[in-house]
């Protein structure tokens, strides 16, 4: 392709004004601008597109297929402009047409159809498969409105849609003609007929998938992979027959209800509910996609047997596990396939990755429920089920192990057990994690195949989370580790060690920190409202509220900062600003309780004289994709502090640690291995490890007796009662942790790991003192976070799991 110049990109731009917006670049707004630029890069990424689908055709390679009901994409603009080579001359045009490029990209709308980390992953591994030129597809609903806006109001969470799609469409390239039938409710008829067992579905109700793509560019390639949403519609707007009789509203139903699957992303995160609507969403995107996967590989090969060989089913976590009995029915009832055949295509076409081993996140779905919705699914899962269970049985001869591992077992279908017997491979998200499923979660199913059994530690996509959004670090890495290299082998950030004793690139590192702090500051005064302190340390925790992550451990210890400040308020101290940012589930009334303990906290102290330029509390509001993107480059402190054994990785500890961020963190996780890299001198290290939180949990757990004998603990815990100027009492909060009330009191132990938190911070603060230390640690934090690239990640995955060739 020609070389696009700024030029060139005016020109475009200035077409696509007048052709879709019937404007000028004189009379456009920024909101058309935005929109205008993102058609011009689609627009190149589509001819992309169909020269890598006519590559893969060609030269028959095997695919990747992601399926995700998450993906957490964040903004595209300045991502796709950056990968294709384009930021400057963007940046350029932009400005050459009288436009701000900064306003524009702040314009774009977070495409935030995730919740948290698992769907961030998807994102940061779409691009990292892309750039590796992997034949890859990301599949997952093109939901309507994704996760909650949250504004505070009062200290409390309220929750406001997400109408993305205003904006944010432009990316979206809807292909009607690849419309799939995805078949609800019904019965089943069977017969016999000329030899054959033949199984009808009948009286069905039928929901069109219709994709809309986005295209995902790679860094420094042509190759070219796409996201492809299933927007849900129905196949008539009223039922006519009802319609004709006067049953008005009635008529409508078939319509409603099919619109209504693809209307909201489920904001739960680590919770399960047994609903219809969550269980219609997973089939029908299931279901479109191994439909439109099966059909593609009919038109290229003409036969179904070969399917495994050229495609892979990536389940991330079980909510698409119904890939395996759907591919299991297309097999059989429509390419006629005997049982055998489609089960050793199935099961070696699907891989399942495991995210959490929260006992409440694990999928079960009321066997009702699957009966009346999905009737030929159904029986294909009893099927899978009893040929599992007398495997189980004839291998074990154990009762226990048999009702352990079973897929369908008191009226319930277990989804991580139907995909550790329909997949080939099961993978955790880091060493620990990984682990745990095996001695713990999935013991019995390791000892029957432990060949299926892998590690894959997460990864990010350092490009966006490094280069694209921390220039000043990029330039300097760039002088120091042999220019771009790392974006390509992100292992070169190692050749920064060679720099730790050299005062002036230091010096440098830690200007551009300073940098990014005001800068931070700056976009915090325009957006939330604040003024930050930039010559405080900026501690920082910023991930979904969870008990288990136990941002309620960071508030206590604030508590005590703050308690010691009252008893001697001329102390004097290295000022800290502590932020944080999380959104907590709807329906998660303690996560709501802690978010609004935070920000009653933050209004005692940030109004306390005494606090004054000492000790800050800033709660942000929306905690996002793109909020992140600001935040992080200029964070000194990464809190990463969950109770041992309970978080699966983590990957925010990764995108803080390559912007060089210190950690104050507990064994768990991710944090493990970055430990490994690390020692004990580049991290702040504290608590329990994952065996002893077991121990500690088996010998028996008193809190209350650590409430009695620790004073300065107890002074904390006591402020929960009495609470902060506003006049709300946080006992709810306190008896969680102390006293128990219908559940075990402190079950993610913050009163066992309390005194060696405030070690760990109080080790972080004393080293912060010393600049020339911390700077020299920061770097090699980032030097060490190459291991943490999501390419590793992704290049682990394709050459263990789906055997397929990279670059
Ligand atoms: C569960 C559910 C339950 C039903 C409603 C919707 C929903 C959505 C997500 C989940 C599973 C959440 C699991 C999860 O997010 N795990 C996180 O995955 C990250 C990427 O591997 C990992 O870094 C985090 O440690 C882990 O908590």
């Known amino acids: 392709m020609a070389t696009v110049t700024s030029k060139t990109l005016e020109g475009a731009l200035g077409a696509k004004l007048r052709l879709n917006f019937g404007s000028t670049v004189e009379e456009a707004t920024d909101a058309q601008m935005m929109k205008a630029c993102a058609l011009v890069l689609r627009d190149m990424m589509a001819i992309r597109e169909v020269e890598t689908k006519q590559m893969v055709r060609r030269e028959e390679k095997r695919q990747v297929h992601y399926m995700s009901l998450e993906f957490l994409m964040g903004r595209s603009l300045m991502k796709n402009a950056y990968n294709l080579g384009l930021l400057p001359q963007l940046r350029q045009a932009l400005e050459n047409l009288g436009f701000r490029a900064a306003d524009i990209f702040e314009l774009e709308p977070d495409a935030a159809l995730g919740n948290g980390g698992l769907g961030r992953l998807a994102a940061c591994y779409l691009d990292s498969m892309t750039t590796l030129e992997i034949p890859a597809t990301g599949y997952s609903i093109c939901y309507e409105l994704g996760l909650f806006r949250q504004k505070i109001i009062e200290g409390q969470q309220v929750e406001l849609p997400d109408n993305w799609k205003d904006l944010g469409d432009a990316w979206l390239m809807p292909k009607p003609q690849e419309t799939e039938e995805v078949h609800f409710g019904g019965n089943i008829r069977e017969f016999w007929a000329d030899g054959y067992h033949?199984?009808?579905?009948?009286?069905?109700?039928?929901?069109?998938?219709?994709?809309?793509?986005?295209?995902?560019?790679?860094?420094?390639t042509r190759h070219t992979n796409t996201l492809r949403l299933w927007d849900a519609k129905s196949p008539s707007p009223v039922d006519m027959s009802l319609f004709s009789q006067g049953e008005y509203l009635k008529a409508t139903e078939a319509h409603a209800m099919a619109e209504v699957i693809a209307k909201v992303l489920y904001p739960e995160d680590k919770h399960i509910e047994?609903?219809?609507l969550r269980l219609k969403q997973q089939y029908f995107f299931v279901s479109a996609t191994v439909q439109s996967v099966a059909r593609r590989h009919l038109e290229t090969y003409g036969t179904l047997k070969n399917f495994h060989e050229k495609n892979v089913f990536q389940v991330n976590d079980t909510h698409p596990a119904l890939v395996i009995p759907e591919l299991m029915r297309l097999l059989i009832d429509d390419a006629g396939l005997s049982w055998d055949e489609a089960w050793y295509i199935t099961t070696h076409s699907v891989a399942y990755t495991n995210h959490t081993v929260l006992s409440e996140a694990l999928e079960r779905w009321p066997q009702d429920l699957i009966q009346r919705n999905l009737p030929r699914i159904w029986q294909v899962l009893v099927e899978i089920s009893n040929r599992w269970q007398k495997k189980v049985e004839d291998f074990y001869h154990d009762s226990t192990k048999t009702e352990d591992m079973a897929i369908i077992w008191g009226g319930q279908v277990r989804m991580a057990n139907l995909c550790i017997a329909g997949g080939m491979a099961v993978n955790g998200v880091s060493g620990l994690h990984s682990g745990i499923l095996k001695k713990d979660l999935f013991r019995n199913a390791y000892g029957m195949e432990p060949w299926k059994f892998q590690n894959v530690t997460n990864g990010i996509d350092h490009r966006r989370w490094l280069s694209e959004i921390n220039p000043g670090l990029d330039r300097l890495i760039r002088d120091l580790a042999g220019g771009d290299e790392y974006l390509l082998h992100p292992t070169a950030l190692s050749r920064l060690d060679d720099y730790a004793d050299d005062a002036e690139v230091l010096q440098r590192l830690s200007e551009i920190k300073r940098k990014n702090k005001e800068a931070f500051a700056d976009y915090a005064r325009r957006t939330q409202d604040v003024v930050l302190n930039p010559d405080a340390?900026?501690?920082?925790?910023?991930?979904?509220?969870?008990?288990?992550?136990?941002?309620l451990?960071?508030?206590?210890?604030?508590?005590?900062?703050?308690q010691q400040l009252q008893d001697d308020p001329g102390r004097s101290m290295q000022p800290q600003t502590f932020l944080f940012g999380a959104k907590a589930a709807p329906g998660y009334a303690v996560a709501k309780r802690i978010i609004h303990l935070i920000n009653s906290l933050a209004d005692q102290i940030n109004h306390d004289p005494i606090c004054k330029d000492k000790l800050q509390v800033v709660f942000l509001e929306n905690y996002r994709v793109s909020l992140a993107e600001q935040l992080i480059p200029a964070s000194e402190v990464s809190q990463?502090?969950?109770?041992?054994?309970?978080?699966?990785?983590?990957?925010?500890?990764?995108?803080?640690?390559?912007?060089?961020?210190?950690?104050?963190?507990?064994?768990?996780?991710a944090n493990v291995e970055m430990h490994d890299l690390l020692g004990d001198e580049n991290m702040f290290l504290f608590g329990l490890h994952a065996d002893e939180v077991a121990e500690?949990?088996?010998?028996?757990?008193?809190?209350?007796?650590?409430?009695?004998?620790?004073?300065?603990?107890?002074?904390?815990?006591?402020?929960?009662?009495?609470?902060?100027?506003?006049?709300v009492s946080y006992e709810d909060l306190f008896a969680r942790l102390v006293t128990g009330s219908n559940c075990a009191a402190d079950e993610y132990l913050l009163l066992a790991d309390f005194a060696a938190y405030c070690a760990a911070e109080k080790r972080m603060v004393e080293t912060y003192a010393n600049p020339a230390e911390w700077n020299r640690m920061s770097l090699h934090n980032i030097a060490r976070s190459g291991m943490f690239a999501a390419d590793r990640a992704v290049a682990e995955y394709a050459d263990h799991i789906w055997h397929v060739g990279h670059r």
């Open 553 to 562: 451990l960071n508030a206590l210890h604030i508590i005590t900062l703050y």
């Open 537 to 551: 340390i900026f501690d920082v925790q910023v991930k979904r509220l969870h008990e288990y992550k136990r941002q």
């Open 696 to 727: 500690l949990k088996a010998r028996g757990y008193l809190p209350q007796r650590l409430y009695a004998r620790d004073p300065i603990l107890r002074r904390a815990l006591d402020q929960l009662k009495t609470g902060f100027r506003d006049g």
């Open 274 to 276: 047994g609903k219809s």
């Open 198 to 220: 033949h199984v009808v579905h009948e009286n069905y109700q039928t929901v069109l998938a219709i994709p809309c793509d986005m295209e995902i560019a790679g860094y420094e």
């Open 640 to 669: 990463q502090i969950s109770t041992a054994g309970k978080e699966a990785s983590g990957t925010g500890n990764m995108k803080f640690m390559m912007n060089g961020a210190l950690t104050v963190g507990t064994l768990d996780g």
